[in-house]
């Protein structure tokens, strides 16, 4: 694996990898054994809560932060070692990190003038003009800093980062300073961004939504360690254990063993002495008759329905719960429901199915279910 | 449409203070300088030009005032800053708040005090005898400009290094690295962001120090011997000594001119150069 | 209403009623005109954005600010010019405000402490321990504000506030500075203790979400006017007009004029030539022939469809549209589809329907419907 | 496990600059109190304790400085916190430029000629004028314990008004009013919220004017005349007029362990009554 890293094939290099990436500060260790890499024009986010690693691997992409062991690869390229201000990436700061003493068109053409030789006058008008437009500023050349609004500031720090066409960008929480509606727009925004210029994205976020939404693949980070790297519907649904399941959007889980592996199911006996039938989240081998595990089952997964009637055939689960609590969120329904034996759990009812039927009310007795597909046994954490 | 005469009415301990403060000192001064001494020293009413016509007779003390307090000011900058930058950027905490407390702590003990220490120490049993031991027969410190300069780098390095201090520790470190992201080397991030960002601070200790220096009086007298005389001496020497208090008047007015002049120059220089929207401080 | 209001019976006195209030800072007009009650007990959110009088309509409640016009009730008790330290009310501040030179004890003892006569130290001991007891924090007498974490510090700031026993519990953004997750779980517990303690409860947020989650009732406000006051559920279903649509949760909007007036819907002759029958969100009678109107569709409201034959009989529109962008967010995957005639709209599918089929492609055709009761004709603004 | 030599390669600088800073001039002044003065003035090594043993022949100027530095130090607070106050939570944003600038300008010109000014503000022709024209006569201010405390209260107002400002500055005014809301009327508001949170400033303020009043000599000469001596004047007769360098160095001695005990007994009771985490600042 390393050795296929360190000489690679020409087309399909990738532009960041990690191989064997150890930091450690004292005794702290802020990255375990990172091994991934960055596929050119991919958009990969690193998601996990603070002081998992994340921002430890971006600033040692970025040079801010040179790895304790193990090696840092650009293109191909072993740049352990090489300063900041010799690699060809660049960094979009957390909040914006944009020079105060300059104005805008002197923050985004900081980057052309320092390199040598310096561009010419024109050359530099004329990139600053284009890339004013990409991020919809035109006209802004003059201002300053602080007259800019949130979003308008994020655009400068993109720019000023862009106008170098580097080998991948790095976002350190881009979206964390801007409010939840500018924020959305602003991802939306990052997206087509990404896709109209090519440019490799390394995002750095505790926001799963942002992660899920906005990147190709997500690495999702714990303790310096990678628990799982995917595509945002591969981690949705197959999550590799609890951690990655209760990261990644909302879930139940219900404890049990493992009761007997077949072909291509397995049956769990939870601890309430229910047995259902689930499916595995990893590697089927990986499950033995009698190991404690987690079943994980997704709210929206759930069939919820006055009459027993209604519930589909081919459930592997079919009880009557009391609604606790129920929370309007727009879109869909939550329900937290209560059932004498699974305890409390939380379903999500999407509006459509309410516009026919009216929702239920507080301490009415519901019918639940949910099919095999949808109790999935996670692997050990 | 609000009355404004709350406002007003607000404005007028600030107008009572002004006067009392500033303008009705410098209206006293000036209107003594106007007049003549008394036969046993103090003040005469009078309304002559005897006095500025005088002023030539101090030409050294101005003189003397007008270089070595900026070559002073400069002096102390170029010390301060490094130090201010080290205290700001480089150290960790620890040795930080022993930084902070050593260049605090000579405070506590009366200028006066210190200085007088400078005199043992620049003098001929000092470090002057240090040099002959080492072979370096003659040098002369005590009561020669140079001595002075130390003084005053001496006295005044902690008013330098605090605003600088202040402008760097709040100098945001992103920045730095920002720079160094988009391919500045750590020399050029110096030059290109620290320095243009520790601006401020470098104007307001720069204009602390001249104008305290404009004052000064004790550094000539203690390390200057009767060989370096400031302006301060002067007025000390007029108002104690010969207790002619018109004449005295006469170049304090003329200084206060003088200051008030260098000062608005450097300020609109100071303002231009920087550009900046609010990072100004004045102390 | 006014007499109503000043000479309130005995046991349905609202605890807080405003009447015809005005706020003007110089030509500034922070509140206009401003007429509603808060019933007892009941939880009430003012959202809207920045600089729409949410906060100051708080401010006089609390008693910071005073009214230019009109009178504010607190349980039917006239309070124009009664100072913040004389109104039975208390204020959970944005940033908590919590005492920095006091220890958590000492922060949520002093309302107690500034009452005339003071209470024993035995009985504020007693309500100290209560207090800390029900927003979980038992043990944390002796901390100091510095040493608690953000979901912490807003939990004594609760807990300062509640000690009081107040008429009324202002709320001013109180979960703005906690990140997404311990907002979630902190929005919970407010519900909760709002049930528990049967304190009114009066919350300032920017937050859609949260304002539709906690509340009984959200009052919705812009440029200092109220727009519209309903349950979440009213608000969703029925916005008053397009300001509201958009505010609370995602909408389609498609513009046209009224064509025809019907018994219990109205035709509406969309700006691209489509006639869709639609049901209006406010009374039938503000609708004319010819007037312009807006239409709204949630995009949750959509059908998708590969087959055609899928789609339900009883849409009003049918259509096929290309998909140009897919957004995986968890429990539902976000379409933004392009149309002929309709334009770019969004569409929400929740994933139970993607488990048996796989989810649409980029560039894909797909077949899209939506029912009468999902077209929404709106108000004027 | 890293080396701590890094570390203690980056004190020496600092340790240096305390030698010659702090210690090198005390350690000068300590020596020379256990000296002579020579025959022409200045020092004769030697051990004795005879210039300690002289000391009560100045007694009255450490009865002056050690009841007028505190005394001063207090009005100077009295007069400094309304207009602090006033400054960080009652000005407008105009009138707050408009009065800081007041505040900082006479800072422009020396404390020497503004000083001097208050010589004939309080002397004969000044305010005891003006009062004699209301009928109150024979009244003195020049010369006077007074006019030494009024001209501390004026050269020191604005060392005591900045760090008090800076903390109501800094000063949440959501905490006034959460305490309002919760119950507390504006006064007892004042009581238990802005005055406990200003107490760094005040002590930072009190300690700044005390130790350089500990040090003061030029009011006490301008405006005491030869009646209200500090000792400061003591140590500029003795090191300037008389040249007893060992007797002086006694009396500066004696004045920095005095000084150095007051300072920490202070330390210690703000420590204690502010309870503050990092806020005390220390200058």
């Known amino acids: ?174 979206l964390a300073a801007l409010d939840r509606k500018l924020r959305r727009e602003m991802q939306i925004e990052l997206q087509n961004l990404q896709r109209n210029v090519g440019i490799t994205f390394v995002l750095v976020t505790h926001d799963q939504e942002e992660a899920l939404s906005m990147s190709d693949r997500v690495c999702i980070m714990r303790d310096g360690e990678i628990v799982q790297i995917g595509s945002p519907l591969d981690l949705y649904d197959r999550p590799k254990n609890k951690y990655v399941a209760d990261f990644v959007g909302k879930s139940n889980f219900f404890e049990g063993h493992v009761k007997q592996v077949n072909a291509s199911y397995i049956d769990v006996q939870l601890d309430c002495g229910v047995t259902i039938s689930t499916v595995p989240s990893v590697e089927m081998d990986q499950h033995h008759a009698g190991s404690r595990v987690s079943v994980s089952v997704r709210p929206e997964q759930l069939i919820l329905a006055r009459d027993e009637k209604q519930l589909p055939e081919d459930c592997v689960i079919k009880l009557k719960a009391r609604v606790l609590n129920r929370i309007f969120l727009g879109e869909h329904t939550e329900y937290l429901l209560r059932d004498e034996s699974l305890g409390e759990f939380l379903a999500l009812s999407p509006r459509q199915n309410e516009v026919s039927e009216s929702p239920f009310e507080t301490s009415e007795i519901v019918h639940v279910a949910w099919g095999r597909e949808a109790s999935l046994v996670l692997g050990d954490d | 449409m609000r009355s404004k005469w709350p406002e007003r009415l607000l404005l007028l301990p600030a107008t009572v203070w002004l006067l009392v403060m500033l303008v009705l000192p410098l209206a006293v001064v000036l209107v003594f300088s106007f007049g003549e001494r008394g036969p046993a020293g103090g003040y005469v009413p009078a309304f002559t030009l005897a006095q500025y016509a005088n002023l030539p007779a101090r030409f050294t003390a101005f003189k003397n005032t007008l270089t070595l307090a900026p070559l002073g000011t400069f002096a102390a900058l170029i010390v301060a800053y490094p130090l201010a930058y080290f205290l700001a950027v480089k150290a960790n905490p620890r040795v930080k708040t022993i930084l902070l407390v050593m260049i605090i702590v000579p405070f506590w003990t009366s200028i006066l005090i210190r200085t007088y220490a400078w005199i043992f120490i620049l003098g001929g049993q000092g470090i002057p005898k240090l040099l002959a031991m080492g072979g370096l027969e003659g040098i002369r410190l005590i009561n020669t400009p140079t001595a002075v300069l130390i003084g005053i780098i001496y006295g005044y390095l902690p008013l330098m290094v605090f605003p600088i201090y202040v402008s760097l520790e709040k100098l945001d470190k992103r920045l730095l690295e920002a720079s160094e992201d988009l391919g500045s080397s750590p020399l050029r991030t110096f030059r290109n962001v620290t320095l243009p960002l520790s601006m401020p601070g470098i104007a307001t200790g720069c204009m602390l120090v001249f104008i305290l220096l404009m004052g000064e009086f004790l550094v000539p007298a203690l390390l200057g011997g009767g060989k370096v005389f400031f302006i301060g001496n002067a007025l000390v020497d007029l108002f104690l000594q010969s207790r002619n208090w018109a004449y005295g008047s006469a170049v304090a007015a003329t200084l206060v001119i003088v200051m008030l002049v260098v000062v608005s120059i450097y300020m609109k220089l100071v303002m231009r150069g920087t550009n900046q929207r609010k990072d100004m401080s004045l102390l």
């Open chain 1, 1 to 174: 694996m390393k050795h296929k890293l360190a000489t690679p094939s020409a087309s399909d290099t990738p532009v960041v990898s990690f191989s064997g990436v150890w930091k450690r500060y004292g005794v702290i260790v802020a990255a375990r054994d990172l091994n991934f890499s960055v596929q050119p024009g991919e958009f990969l986010s690193l998601l996990g809560p603070s002081g998992c690693g994340k921002t430890t691997s971006l600033r040692m992409m970025a040079g801010f932060d040179q790895p304790s062991e193990g090696e840092v690869y650009l293109e191909g390229e072993r740049v352990n070692g090489v300063p900041a201000y010799r690699r060809p990436v660049n960094m979009v700061f957390q909040h914006y990190a944009l020079f105060p003493h300059l104005d805008i068109s002197d923050n985004i053409a900081y980057g052309l003038r320092q390199r040598s030789p310096r561009p010419s006058g024109e050359y530099i008008e004329k990139r600053i003009a284009e890339i004013l437009q990409l991020v919809r500023l035109e006209g802004f050349e003059q201002r300053r800093i602080w007259e800019l609004s949130g979003g308008q500031q994020q655009r400068v720090a993109l720019a000023r980062a862009l106008i170098n066409q580097p080998k991948v960008l790095l976002l350190d929480e881009p």
